[in-house]
């Protein structure tokens, strides 16, 4: 797979995907097309967990109470499926390469990567 997972109306999402090179990449917005299940499996087999793609920014996690709560794999992987605003982005996969969310050393590694 090489895939961005986005999502179009976060302007965090807009800047990266406007200031590194993503030629040759598939544009997954993730709000308007949904991440299938096969597609979450292989970026968790890459990250090593569900937790790694977990935001726990999204508005969601606070109104819920996940904050208080100790949530499975399984839990978080459902989260993540059922609501769009749950997955860190943006995403990025290639072949056996993810890097995932919008801290400022992963986006300097994706940045190395992508030269």
């Avoid at 990266?16 to 090179?21: A, F, G, H, P, R």
């Amino acid at each position: 797979m090489k895939k961005i997972f986005f999502l179009k109306t976060c302007d965090t999402c807009k800047r990266i995907m406007k200031e590194l090179d993503f030629t040759g990449f598939d544009l997954h917005e993730i709000k308007s097309t949904a991440i299938t299940e096969a597609e979450l499996i292989e970026m968790k087999d890459l990250a090593g967990s569900y937790d790694a793609l977990f935001s726990r920014r999204a508005q969601n996690y606070k109104k819920l109470g996940l904050k208080d709560q100790k949530l499975s794999e399984d839990e978080i992987k459902n989260y993540i499926l059922t609501d769009y605003t749950f997955l860190k982005r943006p995403v990025v996969v290639d072949g056996d390469k993810i890097f995932i969310g919008n801290e400022k050393k992963n986006l300097d590694a994706l940045g190395q990567y992508l030269k």
